[in-house]
């Protein structure tokens, strides 16, 4: 039967009452049994490309439980089943794929939920969605893992899908006999941008169908989590190779280190809404490598977290003082400023819910290193709601202690309310302090803080705005966070406006928006950096997007700005405006690419980029991608230049969902350096994987500098097993 449309918006339905599984099922992606025959399929409607539109296939999905799982089911008919996108089989490496998925707000706060979806090939994949996707897809957590299980199946009909999700892998509240958390279920069929949903939501927000506030509220009645200790030892060998200078400087020798190393973490739900994590010589090997980048600012830059111990509802952790500036920044454990690993002696983390508290604990130790002593780190997180379901008001803690006696404390409060509608305020102060300011002159609260103000109107559709006020003193510096200025007052707000098409269009949404800011200096204020931008973005119903805008810009630098050994930038104040246009094919397409041009002035000098990041599916078993981008720079005032290329190739050959190799190769002309970083993971089951690792650095130029260079900067062959056990 063809599901019905289900017109009432999911905030104003009733509570569902989800249906007890009434016999066992075979986990077999077939949903042919009784169980499920017996079982009402939910109502779905077409979120895109055309809200409320008709829906070109059939979808049946079906949700129950039992005392230990949460099912789900798909029935997805397809009349072309050749048609169907089934692109990759390598966990967690979405590829324009057709895919089935549930969204549970657990904790049932309207903020965060964890997602669950996959693809005809019965990949899995699962993301942690924190802040209620209000940032987008800067919202999803792809690095979250958890235990569960997927089998799918193909037929001449279309594809079939059965999800089992143990109540262990999910964090919830109780009360009484009765556990409510939100949830959303979806279809999407990729070569016609086609999303099928339940409940009925509108598309008026950006990534509306993910927003945790937008889920239809279910009820489970009598369900408890069981509390499994998951124990998971592993061990780690390997050989690395690094060309180090000798002790007089004038030659590169090898040195050799052989890894040998065993190791454990811990994970136990110590009550249904509480897991605690412990780790003991704690290992990242099989972590992907970071971006290479070139820095053309005079501000550090930003890269994200993904190491898998710290992803855990790790959302909770968020402090944001606006863009990439936040009180904790958990790359700060384990590594050092240059990115380089510090051994992990240990540590312990603790997230989930007390009462109606939301509590995040981490405490971690690292080993001594050449250039850091021996160090704890530390950081208590408590928020819970306040006024109404979409608000809360919440603290923070962070300390970083060394063993040659140095200290960094921050504390803070911060909250989010809803006024009315989608009008939101947020409110965010902090404090830091630490040793030497202790010792020099003693602690002031307006110099050792930061604040924040910001108040918006959160909509995709229509007028939306915001206006924030961010003031930052000149000794403010959390060490456990990421800052890249202090000192400084910064007023910013935005307009804009979004069209959706409700009819024959060739754009599914049309958005135009103003932003302006400034910083300035907190003693003189001075205008240190400001800028006008305005933005156009356009969807097509294919899934197509076409970016477009320009950009006013003003920097007032007093020092000289270095772009390389050939190019620099000379104190001064500079004006200067450029502009960039984007397009992005739709994922669906077997061969894709994204094409980005962007040109104008900078400071005194010209700028022209280009990139482009094409991916092919060869087939289910092999994909291939790659990134390139050129840019030009040229100061003809002071006849200087600056030209750099950075390429990255990525490929993916997937013998089966369980076992695959990925290869990630670099190359930066502004670093004359080459990086590769290829990785084979067997996945036996979740949390009993083999990885073998290889990583090299190559120099391009060894002339250069002196002394010569050696081809080979660094090598390193790891292997690592992990075997995890149930008690």
């Given at each position: ?19 007890r ?7 077999d992606?077939?949903p ?5 025959a017996?079982?009402?399929a939910l ?31 798909g ?15 390598y ?10 998925g ?6 049932n ?8 979806f ?19 897809r ?6 979250w ?71 239809r509220?279910?009820v ?22 690094r ?38 010589n ?9 971006n ?33 500036n ?11 400023e240059d990115?380089?690993p ?10 989930g ?5 939301d ?31 979409y ?7 962070t300390?970083r ?8 404390f921050?504390?803070?409060?911060d ?14 102060w902090?404090?830091?302090f ?23 109107r ?27 200025r ?34 300035l ?6 205008v ?9 973005d ?29 190019a620099?930038?000379?104190p ?27 040109g104008g ?15 092919w ?14 840019t ?9 230049e ?37 990785r084979f993971r067997?996945?036996?089951?979740e ?29 390193a062959v ?10």
């Amino acid at each position: 039967m063809l599901c019905v449309v289900a017109a009432t918006p999911a905030s104003a339905q009733e509570r569902l009452h989800l249906p007890r599984m009434s016999t066992p099922i075979v986990l077999d992606g077939m949903p042919d049994e009784e169980a499920w025959a017996e079982i009402e399929a939910l109502p779905v409607v077409m979120y895109q490309p055309v809200y409320g539109g008709e829906m070109t296939e059939e979808t049946q999905i079906r949700v129950a439980y039992d005392d230990h799982y949460v099912y789900v089911s798909g029935a997805l008919l397809d009349r072309q089943p050749d048609a169907i996108r089934a692109n990759s089989m390598y966990r967690d490496g979405y590829s324009g794929d057709d895919t089935f998925g549930i969204l549970l707000d657990t904790f049932n706060d309207n903020e965060n939920a964890l997602w669950f979806f996959t693809t005809p090939n019965g990949t899995r994949f699962d993301s942690a969605v924190s802040n209620d996707a209000q940032s987008g897809r800067g919202s999803m957590n792809r690095s979250w893992n958890t235990y569960w299980d997927v089998a799918t199946h193909r037929s001449p009909k279309g594809w079939f899908v059965e999800i089992r999700i143990p109540l262990s892998s999910l964090g919830f509240q109780t009360n009484g006999a009765e556990t409510e958390m939100g949830l959303i279920v979806y279809r999407y069929i990729a070569r016609r941008n086609e999303r099928h949903i339940f409940p009925d939501i509108r598309p008026d927000w950006n990534m509306a169908f993910a927003k945790p506030s937008l889920a239809r509220k279910v009820v489970l009645s009598d369900v408890t989590s069981s509390r499994p200790v998951y124990v998971s030892p592993f061990v780690v060998g390997g050989l690395g190779r690094r060309s180090e200078l000798n002790s007089t400087e004038i030659q590169y020798l090898d040195d050799t280190s052989v890894t040998r190393d065993v190791g454990i973490d811990v994970k136990y739900n110590l009550t249904s809404n509480l897991t605690l994590d412990l780790t003991a010589n704690t290992d990242f090997a099989q972590a992907e490598a970071d971006n290479e980048e070139v820095n053309l600012t005079r501000f550090s830059l930003f890269f994200p977290e993904k190491r898998q111990f710290f992803q855990e509802r790790a959302g909770l952790f968020d402090f944001s003082l606006g863009g990439s500036n936040r009180v904790f920044n958990s790359r700060n454990i384990g590594l050092d400023e240059d990115g380089n690993p510090v051994r992990i002696l240990g540590g312990t983390r603790i997230v989930g819910r007390v009462g109606k508290w939301d509590l995040g604990i981490i405490d971690m130790q690292t080993d001594e290193s050449a250039d850091l002593p021996y160090e704890n780190f530390g950081v208590l997180r408590v928020r819970r709601r306040v006024l109404n379901d979409y608000s809360y008001a919440g603290s923070i803690v962070t300390s970083r202690v060394g063993s040659d006696g140095g200290y960094n404390f921050a504390y803070g409060l911060d909250g989010s309310v809803r006024i009315t509608g989608d009008e939101y305020l947020s409110l965010q102060w902090v404090q830091s302090f630490d040793d030497v300011a202790i010792d020099e002159s003693g602690v002031t609260v307006l110099p050792s803080s930061a604040v924040r103000a910001k108040w918006e109107r959160r909509t995709s559709k229509g007028l939306a705005y915001s206006t924030a006020l961010t003031r930052v003193g000149s000794d403010f510096a959390p060490d456990l966070g990421f800052q890249n200025r202090t000192n400084y007052f910064q007023p910013r707000g935005s307009i804009s406006y979004g069209w959706f098409s409700e009819g024959n269009s060739a754009f599914r949404t049309i958005s135009s928006e103003l932003q302006v800011f400034a910083f300035l200096d907190n003693d003189d204020g001075n205008v240190e950096s400001a800028a006008i931008e305005y933005e156009w973005d356009f969807e097509l119903i294919s899934g197509a997007r076409l970016g477009l805008d320009v950009v006013f810009e003003e920097e007032d630098l007093d020092e000289e700005l270095e772009l390389s050994s050939n190019a620099w930038i000379p104190p001064g104040r500079y004006r200067f405006v450029g502009g960039d246009a984007r397009f992005r094919m739709h994922d669906g397409a077997l061969l894709r690419a994204n094409v980005e041009l962007s040109g104008g002035k900078f400071y005194d000098g010209t700028l022209i980029s280009v990139g482009t990041s094409p991916t092919w599916n060869l087939s289910r078993y092999v994909e291939l991608g790659g990134e390139i981008e050129l840019t030009r720079l040229r100061f003809p005032d002071r006849n200087q230049e600056f030209d750099y290329a950075i390429a990255r190739l990525r490929g993916q050959l997937a013998f089966s969902t369980k076992a695959s190799i990925s290869a990630f190769i670099q190359y930066s002309s502004a670093a004359d350096f080459i990086r590769a970083n290829v990785r084979f993971r067997m996945n036996f089951r979740e949390g009993h994987d083999l990885w073998l690792v290889f990583n090299q650095g190559t120099n391009t130029d060894r002339y250069r500098g002196l002394p010569t260079l050696p081809v080979s900067d660094s090598r390193a062959v790891l292997i690592k097993y992990t075997h995890t056990f149930a008690l």
